[in-house]
């Protein structure tokens, strides 16, 4: 048996003794992030291969997160699932909304530094700069060797309003880098490289920033496998 189907298993199990819950509580807000929780892991790829069908459960999660929050609008956790599963849903504004109630229902959420993190994204994607400098600064101030935290500090260097600060970006790299697991640091280190280019060239120095931005590229499949390092350069 494959890990995969095991795991599909188990979480079918668990589906099955939430939507028991939910049929003894109806519009039980627990009962129902509970069966959320589970409808959306199982809509994984890993675990669910059917398109269709992953658009189905996750659908179905939706529904009941929001049910949930309606009917208990503290429910932290259920305002967390909901804002990442709108942000992979593309549904960036949302994503924001949710994330900012999670934060306000309660800041010492476990996964508070998740929240601030797709906080800072959102507000980014979006171009609410304001925004993402201040979850970026909370972030900072709460988890200070989580590197994220760093690098979105880097990421706020390249805003149109942002002083074209170089030192200050090789600085920002160098601590995201020094607080990188091993395992991430090849491809985080390059990414962090483009950006300092990219800083480089808004200081006005095209020369310099061509050749950071030419040392940043990997053709290595272990470093990059998505080739995402071409998308970030251009």
Partial sequence: VTVPRERAERLREGLAHAARAVR??????RALEVRATLRYLLSRPSVEPDAARREILLDSAQADLEAAVRGDPTLAT????????????????????????????DAYLRDADV?????????YDIAQ????????????RRFPEDWRFAECRLWMLLTPDAEADVALAWRLAHEADSATP?????LRTRLRQLLVGGVIGRAGHRD??????????????????????????A
């Fill in 208 to 233: 310099s920033a061509d050749r950071v931005l030419v040392r940043a590229r990997s053709e290595d499949a272990a470093v990059d496998p998505t080739q995402a390092l071409l998308g970030y350069e």
């Fill in 78 to 105: 259920a305002y967390a699932r909901l804002s990442r599963l709108h942000y992979e849903r593309k549904d960036v504004v949302s994503a924001v909304l949710n994330a900012r109630a999670a934060y306000a229902a």
């Fill in 129 to 140: 700069f304001a925004e993402a400098r201040r979850w970026c600064g909370e972030g900072a």
């Fill in 115 to 123: 929240i601030l993190d797709r906080l800072f994204w959102g507000s």
């Fill in 182 to 186: 091993a395992s991430q640091l090849p």
């Fill in 24 to 29: 003894l509580a109806p519009g039980a807000p």
